[in-house]
């Protein structure tokens, strides 16, 4: 008998995996949708795709969800509480139940349509998706892709995207500072490199990036710092690491530069992370979903750009796309995504996987 959507969550949650290393997870999801008929077809390393193909030759609908978790240690003492130091934090134990949830009610309702459905490793570092896409090359005829994030943000029923940029562009960078180690007592003979990095903070902070008003969105941050081996010699190396944010890619680029050109004054490199191109609506499918949501007597939120990195850009740069938030708070305190504490109640996901076949269904009508 076929695993049921809320039974497959609590499996994944006691064992979550993170980017490229989800062997587990892979296997389970392979042997719960080979108990549907189906051949699941490994990508990605640890990723897997469903191709679902009712009607030859008409173009297909892409559906992504999202597979690995974060290394947080869960504090929701729940009974399927993760069983390792690392955590389904940002919900993706839910993406994964949701859509293997309408995949089998496609196949036993034999719901029409062509869909290619995406289990995508390593969203939350490195940028599995664009993996994904590297091997799919051009092998389905993908007309639309969508996908969706739960949020505690939002109650059940309520969903929330926007036209155009939905999440930044997201760069992570590190400032490396290299220095000369001599003992505190004889300091003069050093090259002090936390001092450095500490003088390209401050004068970072003293004219800070972000800019919110210009037209052009832009956020920066550092948010961990180390240096040196002891306490009693001088560093011989420092890093500081964080993140650029911005409205579209040219402008991560450029501001990159110019932050490596005030890293280098302090006798720094600045090294590139991995990169995260923007999430970009289609504004024809933005409409449409704003319209399917309205007429299933949901409530619909303009939320505007996130800075949330995603790396589903890499799907919006080949295909008109559509990514949303969907509402997942049950009970009146939201925890927020990555808290060791977010557990989205089971009863959101049976009202996602019916949300997910209606949507589906509706974007495949339109793609015939």
Known sequence: MAKSPVELRHELHMNPELAF?????????????????????????TGLLVYVEREKDKPSVLYRADMDALP?????????SSKNNNMH??????????????????IEEKIPGNFVFVFQPAEETIGGAKYVIDEMR???KIKYA????????YILGEVASSNDTLFACAMEVTAKFKGLSAHIAQKQKGIDAMKNAISFLNQFYNNPYDNDTLGSRLLVGFGKMFAGSVRNAV???AQVEGSIRGEKLELVIDTFSEIEELVTRYGGTLERGSLYPPVINDKELLNLFKQFTISN??????????YTGEDFGFFTMKYPSLMFWAGVRTNKEPWGLHNPHFLPSDEVIPFLVEFMVKWLTELWEVAE
């Not at 290393?21 to 390393?45: H, M, W, Y």
């Not at 947080?72 to 399927?80: G, M, R, Y």
């Not at 969508?146 to 943000?153: N, P, S």
């Open 89 to 106: 934090a940002c919900g993706h134990d839910i993406h994964m139940s949701v859509m293997y949830g309408v995949i089998r009610k496609i």
């Open 146 to 153: 969508t996908a969706m994030h739960v949020t505690d943000e």
């Open 297 to 306: 007597n949901l409530k619909f939120d303009d939320c505007g750009m996130k």
């Open 235 to 237: 560093a011989d190396f």
């Open 21 to 45: 290393n989800e062997f587990s997870t892979q296997s389970l999801l392979c042997r719960v949708l080979e108990d549907l008929g189906l051949k699941p077809q490994k990508i990605a390393k």
């Open 138 to 140: 051009e092998r389905y």
């Open 72 to 80: 947080i240690v869960e504090e929701t003492h729940c009974e399927f």
